[in-house]
């Protein structure tokens, strides 16, 4: 199984991007996936998730403003991230929680400037 994440970028306060995670291998419909982030000097946070029946769940610094969605036809899960601040750069890295076993992406790098 392998993530590979994409859509990452520069931008100006205010803007969007919207990141896709792609997903090999036959798992990707029946198991959790979620975004996280990590601002340099900080700890991995968890942004958003999204369960298979497609239930989301968002931290405080981001509803209203992004949202997780999932495609199981394609193995893909997104963040559509709107009205972008400067505390949201981070590298951003999707999330497989299989119960056995954990998987990333290698992230995907977003700056937003003021």
């Known amino acids: 199984v392998q993530l590979q994440a994409s859509g990452g970028g520069l931008v100006q306060a205010g803007e969007s991007l919207r990141l896709s995670c792609v997903v090999s291998?036959?798992?990707?419909?029946?198991?959790?996936m979620a975004w996280y982030r990590q601002a340099p000097g900080k700890q991995r946070e968890l942004v958003a998730s999204i369960s298979i029946s497609g239930s989301t769940n968002y931290d405080n610094s981001v509803k209203e403003r992004f949202t997780i969605s999932r495609d199981n036809a394609k193995k893909t899960a997104y963040l559509e991230m709107n009205s972008l601040k400067p505390e949201d750069t981070a590298v951003y890295y999707c999330?497989?929680?299989?119960?056995?076993?954990?998987?990333w992406g290698q992230g995907t790098q977003v700056t937003v400037s003021s």
């Open positions: 999330n497989l929680d299989h119960p056995l076993k954990t998987y």
């Open positions: 291998g036959s798992i990707f419909s029946i198991n959790p």
